[in-house]
């Protein structure tokens, strides 16, 4: 496989970021973009010939070019080609994912060239900033995956289908149609929420999360890792970045294609909650123990015995269309794309439903090439309201659902009958209606003029305009017994947001004998601008019929809407270098300039330098054969983080703002106030994030077997990070930032992958592992000399400072329960009762307090792997994913619900809790009291999260073509089933342990299963039809 | 289609351009939103703004919308709680554990918050070009906001950070002993009165807009409050005695110092506004905005329980102990009934309290429905809790709920909370003299609070010493003033918090007492945040 392309680098076209039709380096698609006129030689012979994949399936598509010549030619949509080449010859077929093969013509005018499956990743084009580069020459840490993967899992975005699958990049995610899942590389270099990564489609940039965009766009994702790969981004590549390359056309016949997949999906797992009548025992214990009077609900039965998991978990539908049409001529392509989505929701309530439409074409004229990527995407939310996976244990069953008695209809509590502080999780969803719509238009056009053979200018337009509705519809009525005033109203929230991208490039390319040298030098410029207005309105009346108009509100309320700007300039270089593909080096600098911060801190210098060495390419190494490729790399580099939260997306921290709308009222008329609430944070500036890598890529036996190990250790500097400050300080909203912390992230990755042919048999099998060892070296002190701190989640479970991880456990040990008056004389706990929890005294002082407090547990997984699994035969195809983390930790919110004590919530069924005549030593006695029992960040609830998943299963048959060529217009026909998270093997107690940090996906609170709402089990058929 | 190498260039270097427009302030954005503070703070509205936005500071859920009611009301001997959220009942009963729990965390932070917006004015408010008496009251304001925040804090925690300028990240005052503290509130107060011709402050405000601003009253009746709770009787008998003597309160109906028709009246001190406005909307924890709701809260968490199939009323997180009831059923009024105040300040079970003096129509609960003339068993509390025992069992407070003008509770009321009143001041200025021993100076004062209640004078045996004059004043207080957030002081005061006698004869009457440290319980313990973060000095045995 080694130069498997004649002279790499030279006819590799270095294509810019945007836009580049994929694959333009390993396989330019020749009719399409070839710049250089060459004169073709005389031909000699026409060759004929069919292109088929292991299936026998003719490929489109494929490239076919003359070996160490320029003629090409593409295949059709069955596979065919035919070209005019000189005798002798070597041809060079050549395709996304598949492995490049070359075959002698030796006088043959028909060739049957089947191509097999390329998993090994080794010889695909990988985007590296402003530049393209053949795998074997890349330097950095880039981990790819394909289209095929990408598209096998039946889910709603790309980071979700990805995850797992790529060492270093850690994926989180839960159940909620319509949830953007957390996606974060090489661990949290940050303590503001901007620690995600930067996505780039087609050269347009994106940050925050690509829910919209379907996955079935995708031609294949690309994850920079490293600093050298990172710092053509420097502005935003700190934290990562994510290229996503979507289909395009390719020259040849028109290609129409049709895949769906439906399906239904569900909570796999209950907890197995008391009933009725066990939940009346346990309660009657709890209030007897306490000395406190049982309540008259409880004491008395009622009849009601609600199953409240029951009631609430339903099954749901979840379905794609996707109709495809590409093809394109010599000099043009073009592919339209539409897409149908929906998930009807686990649960009551919750929807999500998207349609993509996409037009990606190009074309070519003499020295200048222009292509375009659009996609216009539609898609409705209906939010999930509350958090039901914690009031599902605080219900009790003596609750009903309904009640027509109360306002609204829904049963709840009664804080004196029939006690519980929980919210009807059905009347959640039923008397409010949260919807939010979204219209996008996401986009690039470039432009491409070569002046010279080796010199080009690019300029790249983006734009991404997002349009959002958001509605709150809420009917009157109560949830709970201390819930706000029940009335109806509407809130109407309008807004949009528009990105611009400008860049312009400039790159030459030229050999210098084995000197292989590319320049690029650009400007740029990005503007965010997001507008937003919101109206109000209550007195919508009690139905049945609602207008859910502001207009028809009875009680207007006050309005709301701002707008705020935040952009970016750039100034940027970057080159590569290699001598006959042997020794590589790179480097790139960037200047970039943010509005965010004062004129002070405005702008940061980045840069970033890797080098390279193919051993295998070496004289000396000609006679090794067991090793068909070595490669070591080593890269270093600092790349920058504007990405802050707070007000007006954390556009003008910098500044100190009067808060406008402080009112009061005097004599019942409101009048204006306004003074400063909030601090401002004057220092912050650029993050910097400096990494080190070392890496080395081997392939065994002509690259069946491939290994790819990379070590890490990377640094952010000036982290604006926003510590609690004392409540004496005055501050309303968000702590304000400082730029004071430092962080560090160090790991191992590694991927391994194995591929073979046995006759018709084809099988494969890659595994990636990954270790994440965060550490926050330096969280600075506040005025007072005091360490900064920064407690978050439930209880305050967790405190992110100098020494341990971010977000890391701070909880009280638990050391067993009392059984004995003995046991607790001289104990540290001397109000305690036999069958009370017993606590470490960490420091031995004689009591239990805070500072009894410890770090434990492990937030980020010391392993997180995948496995998966391929195989072939004939027809069939089967794939199994595993994925999973190991020594992890999970704080379980919901079973410090349950074991708290001090709340009159629901119950474990079978909970046998301590008494005088069951002596348990891990369940404490129940007492509705406060006191040590009831502390709710300690240990006692902090659990082992490692897990194992089945995350996907695919069986499919490719029906032969003899059979398909009955039905007419049909040329292809594959049939498959897909279960998504078919089973997870763990010990955690709770829904799923796969937590994404708090509800919100705080950093802060990475490793709280807040009553997050559970993955689903999903079980798909589906269908993808050629015509 | 065919493109000189010209017309490409052309187009090439245009587009450049037109991409690299270079918007000359890309990178230089002012927030189009909302003044900076160096943009504000140039015109008297602006300083009038300000003033009214260290008022709306009042309203936080940790002052008086709701927990300040718990904090004095909840922990005296007077209310007490059952309610089911446990550490909410603890601390009521002096058993706080989590030293960051929400009540007195709210407390501590929101008075920060309305000290901070009084600092920001008292160091900006100077250097405008405004209208001089205008910006003497503004700045009179914010001195008496400050003041009366302070008061509450060393009330509540004891030693608490002297904060007196705006504050900035870094900004750590230093922490006050309780003299310090007091030393500053009557500084303060003295600073917002103002000295000789030229007071800050006015005696009322004409205009309807403006009531319920600081007046000169409230600031001097504040200084002798502070005086009072430091035993310095002579200097509170003056302030109070200016108070009274200005002629502009008086005593109007005793029920009008707990409705919201009836605000801002001839009695009303200071109160804290409250309207029904923005129902619903944030309750500004987060943040302050147009839609924050400015409703008062305690009549929602101190109502009585609802009962089966009836309307929203209260949480009952606050109730009351009956020992209280019999104090007001020592004396009928002089016409033989019972003490009016008696069914203004609590629904209680009349089956459960023997007394000669003939019911009224004191049973009622939310019943808006209820005849003209009362039938016993019909309506009221015996109906409303029939079969619950426990409920039937209960006392709960009425003063300050809603049940005069609608049939259920929530957190939109509109009833402002009356701080200070004038019955208040008058029974001040009786301690203070009575203090002084000159209980027989006390008794006009006194008889001025009991006649509006209808009660015959005092009788000579009241006054016969100072000793049966204090008995006399504290009963009083009780019965004009129970639920009013006083009581604490009160105890404070009469030191009753300071002994174990003292703390014995407390338990008697409110059992939760039991759990009360000496030297610890008298205040809250300080925010752990602050103590972890300001470096501050935990108040002693927490």
Excluded at chain 1, 714 to 734: E, F, H, K
């Amino acid at each position: 496989m080694k130069n498997f392309l004649h002279s790499p680098g030279r006819y590799l076209l270095p294509a810019l970021v945007c836009g580049l039709p994929l694959a333009s380096g390993a396989a330019p698609l020749d009719g399409a973009f070839t710049r250089a006129a060459v004169t073709r030689p005389q031909p000699t012979q026409t060759v004929t010939g069919r292109v088929t994949d292991d299936k026998d399936e003719g490929l489109p598509g494929v490239t076919v070019r003359v070996k160490n010549g320029t003629a090409g030619a593409t295949t059709n949509a069955n596979g065919e080609f035919s070209l005019d080449v000189p005798e002798g010859t070597t041809l060079v077929f050549s395709s996304v994912g598949f492995a490049t093969k070359e075959v002698a013509v030796s006088g043959q005018t028909s060739l049957s060239v089947s191509l097999a499956t390329d998993s090994q990743q080794l010889s695909e084009a990988v985007v590296v900033g402003y530049l393209t580069q053949e795998r074997q020459n890349v330097t950095g840490s880039v981990a790819t995956i394909g289209a095929q993967e990408v598209r096998r899992a039946p889910v709603a975005t790309v980071s979700e289908a990805i995850q797992g699958r790529l060492a270093g990049v850690q994926v989180t995610t839960n159940g909620e149609p319509g949830q953007t899942p957390n996606i974060n590389i090489r661990g949290i270099g940050s303590l503001n929420s901007g620690s995600g990564p930067l996505f780039i489609i087609d050269g347009l940039w994106v940050t925050g999360g690509l829910r919209d965009f379907t996955p079935q766009d995708v031609q294949s994702v690309q994850v920079l890792k490293d600093a050298a790969s990172l710092a053509p981004y420097g502005a935003s590549g700190a934290n990562g970045v994510v290229i996503i390359t979507t289909k395009k056309g390719r020259s040849g016949t028109t290609v129409v294609n049709f895949n769906a997949y439906a399906g239904v999906q569900n909570i796999a797992k209950r907890l197995n909650l008391a009933n009725a009548a066990e939940y009346r025992a346990l309660a009657t214990q709890a209030y007897t123990n306490a000395g406190t009077a049982v309540p008259s609900g409880i004491a008395t039965p009622s009849g009601v015995d609600t199953d409240w998991q029951k009631e609430f978990f339903k099954t749901g539908v979840i379905q794609d269309y996707n109709l495809g049409f590409s093809g394109g001529g010599t000099n043009s392509n073009f592919l339209i794309s539409a897409d149908y989505f929906s998930q009807g929701g686990t649960v009551v309530g919750p929807s999500y439903e998207r349609y993509n439409l996409r037009v990606n074409s190009g074309f070519t004229q003499g020295k200048l090439r222009i292509g375009e990527n659009l996609s216009l995407t539609r898609a409705n939310q209906v939010r999930l309201n509350g958090v039901p996976f914690i009031d599902l244990v605080r219900l009790t069953p003596i609750t009903p659902v309904y009640d027509p008695a109360n306002p609204g209809g829904f049963g709840y509590g009664d804080s004196n009958n029939r006690p519980t502080f929980g919210s009807n999780v059905i009347g959640a969803q039923s008397l409010t209606n949260n919807t939010g719509v979204n219209n996008q238009l996401q986009g690039n056009i470039f432009g491409e003029f070569s002046f010279l053979p080796s010199l080009r200018y690019r300029l790249n337009l983006g734009t991404q305009f997002r349009a959002f509705h958001d509605q709150v519809r809420q009917k009157a009525g109560g949830l709970a017994p201390n819930n706000i005033t029940p009335v109806s109203g509407l809130t109407d929230a309008q807004g949009n947001e528009t990105f611009l991208l400008a860049e312009n490039t400039l790159t030459f390319d030229h050999s210098f004998g084995l000197n292989n040298v590319t320049v690029v030098g650009g400007y740029s410029e990005q503007s965010t601008r997001f507008e937003f207005t919101r109206a109000a309105a209550q007195g919508y009346g009690n139905g049945p019929a609602f207008y859910w108009a502001i207009d028809a509100g009875a009680t207007p309320l006050p309005g709301a809407g701002s707008t705020f700007n935040r952009n970016k300039r750039s100034y940027f270089g970057q080159f590569t270098y290699d001598y006959d593909g042997r020794y590589l080096l790179t480097g790139a600098y960037r200047r970039d300039y943010s509005s965010a911060f004062s004129p002070d801190n405005q702008y940061g210098d980045f840069g970033a330098g890797s080098v390279g060495w193919r051993v295998s390419k070496e004289k000396f190494f000609a006679g090794i054969t067991a090793i068909s490729d070595l490669k070591l790399r080593a890269s270093y580099g600092v790349l920058g983080n504007d990405q802050l939260n707070g007000a007006y997306g954390g556009s003008y921290l910098y500044q100190a703002f009067i808060n406008p709308s402080v009112n009061y009222n005097f004599g019942g008329v409101v009048v204006n106030g306004a003074t400063q609430t909030a601090q401002s944070s004057p220092t912050v500036g650029w993050e910097e994030r400096a990494t080190q890598n070392y890496g080395l890529d081997i392939g065994f036996l002509q690259n069946r077997l491939t290994v790819s190990a990379d070590y890490y250790v990377s640094v952010t500097r000036n982290a604006n990070v926003n510590p609690q400050i004392p409540l004496s300080v005055s501050n309303a909203g968000g702590d304000p930032f400082q730029r004071i912390g430092r962080i560090q992230n160090k790991g191992f990755e590694m991927l391994v992958g194995w591929n073979d042919t046995k006759g018709k048999f084809t099988y494969g099998i890659t595994g990636n592992l990954t270790t994440i060892k965060n550490t926050v070296l330096d969280a600075g002190a506040s005025a007072s000399g005091r360490p900064n701190l920064f407690d978050a989640g439930p209880n305050g479970a967790t405190r992110t400072e100098t020494g341990y991880e971010v977000g890391s456990f701070y909880l009280y040990q638990t050391n067993g329960i009392f059984q004995n008056t003995g046991e607790i004389t001289g104990s540290a706990q001397p109000g305690a009762k036999p069958g009370d929890v017993r606590y470490v005294d960490v420091n031995g002082d004689g009591k239990i307090d805070a500072s009894d407090r410890a770090h434990v547990g492990r937030v980020f997984p010391r392993i997180q792997y995948g496995v998966n699994l391929t195989a072939g035969y004939g027809g069939f195809d089967f794939a199994a994913f595993f994925q999973g983390v190991q020594g992890n930790s999970v704080y379980n919110s919901v079973a410090y619900w349950l074991g708290r004590g001090d709340d009159p919530v629901n119950y474990l069924a079978g909970l046998s809790p301590w008494s005088p005549t069951n002596p348990s030593t891990t369940t404490p006695r129940l007492a509705l009291q406060g006191g040590q029992n009831t502390i709710g960040n300690s240990t006692r609830y902090l659990e082992d999260g490692s897990y194992l998943r089945l995350k996907n299963l695919q069986i499919g048959y490719t029906v032969p073509k003899t059979l398909v060529s009955n039905v007419p217009g049909v040329s292809s026909l594959r049939l498959y089933l897909t279960s998504q998270n078919l089973f997870t093997a763990t010990k955690y107690s709770g829904y799923d342990p796969e937590t994404i940090g708090g509800l919100g996906g705080s950093l802060l609170t990475r490793g709280v299963d807040e009553g997050n709402y559970p993955n689903s089990r999903t079980f798909t058929i589906g269908a993808q039809l050629g015509f | 289609m065919k493109f000189s190498k010209k017309t490409l260039l052309t187009g090439a270097t245009a587009s450049l351009l037109l991409a690299t427009g270079c918007q000359k302030d890309l990178i230089n954005q002012a927030n189009p939103n909302l003044p900076t503070t160096a943009t504000f703070w140039k015109t008297g509205d602006d300083a009038v703004r300000a003033s009214n936005a260290a008022y709306a500071g009042l309203q936080a859920v940790g002052m008086y919308r709701r927990w300040f009611s718990f904090i004095y009301d909840g922990r005296d001997d007077i209310g007490w709680s059952q309610s089911p959220y446990t550490p909410l009942r603890e601390i009521t009963g002096f058993q706080q554990t989590d030293y960051n729990f929400e009540v007195s965390y709210s407390a501590y932070r929101d008075s920060y918050r309305t000290i901070d917006r009084c600092n920001q004015i008292l160091a900006n408010v100077p250097g405008i070009q405004m209208e001089a008496q205008l910006k003497n009251r503004v700045i009179g304001e914010a001195y008496f906001l400050r003041a009366l925040t302070y008061f509450n804090l060393v009330s509540i925690f004891g030693n608490v950070p002297l904060a007196t300028q705006p504050t900035t990240i870094d900004y750590r005052p230093a922490q006050g002993t309780e003299a310090q503290v007091w030393a500053l509130v009557i500084s303060d107060l003295q600073a917002a009165i103002g000295t000789g011709a030229a007071l800050n402050l006015p005696a009322s405000y004409p205009a309807n807009s403006d009531r319920g601003r600081v007046t000169l009253g409230a600031a001097r009746a504040l200084l002798g409050k502070a005086y009072m709770q430091n035993k310095r009787w002579a200097e509170a008998q003056v302030q109070f005695a200016l108070v009274i003597g200005a002629g502009v309160y008086s005593l109007p109906a005793f029920t009008d110092n707990f409705r919201h028709t009836s605000e801002n009246n001839a009695e009303s001190i200071f109160e804290v506004q409250f309207l029904d406005v923005n129902i619903g909307g944030p309750d500004g924890q987060g943040g302050v905005d147009a839609n924050t709701a400015q409703g008062f809260q305690r009549p929602k968490f101190f109502g009585p329980p609802q009962n089966a199939g009836t309307a929203n009323l209260g949480f009952t997180d606050c109730e009351v102990r009956p020992w209280v009831i019999n104090e007001f059923l020592q004396e009928g009024t002089a016409s033989g009934q019972r003490d009016p105040r008696l069914a203004a300040t609590f629904f209680y079970n009349y089956r459960r309290f023997a007394s000669p003096l003939p019911f009224s129509a004191d049973s009622l609960v939310y019943d808006q429905s209820r005849p003209g003339s009362f039938a016993a068993g019909s309506y009221g509390f015996q109906t409303r809790y029939k079969g619950d025992n426990f409920n039937l069992g209960r006392t709960y407070w009425r003063k300050y709920q809603s049940d005069y003008y609608r049939g259920d509770e929530n957190f939109d009321s509109p009833i402002n909370f009356r701080v200070m009143r004038y019955a208040d001041v008058l029974l001040l200025q009786a301690e203070a003299l009575n203090e002084q021993n000159q209980p027989a100076a006390a008794v006009p004062f006194v008889n001025q609070v009991r006649q509006r209640a209808g009660l015959a004078v005092l009788p000579a045996s009241a006054s016969a010493s100072q000793t049966a004059m204090r008995a006399q004043l504290r009963h009083e207080r009780i019965t004009e003033l129970a639920g009013e957030g006083l009581r604490w002081f009160d105890l404070q005061r009469y030191g009753l918090l300071d002994t174990q006698t003292g703390v014995d004869e407390l338990k008697g009457r409110d059992d939760q007492f039991k759990n009360f440290a000496l030297n610890k319980s008298r205040l809250l313990p300080l925010p752990q945040q602050d103590v972890d973060l300001a470096g501050l000095k935990q108040n002693p045995g927490y």
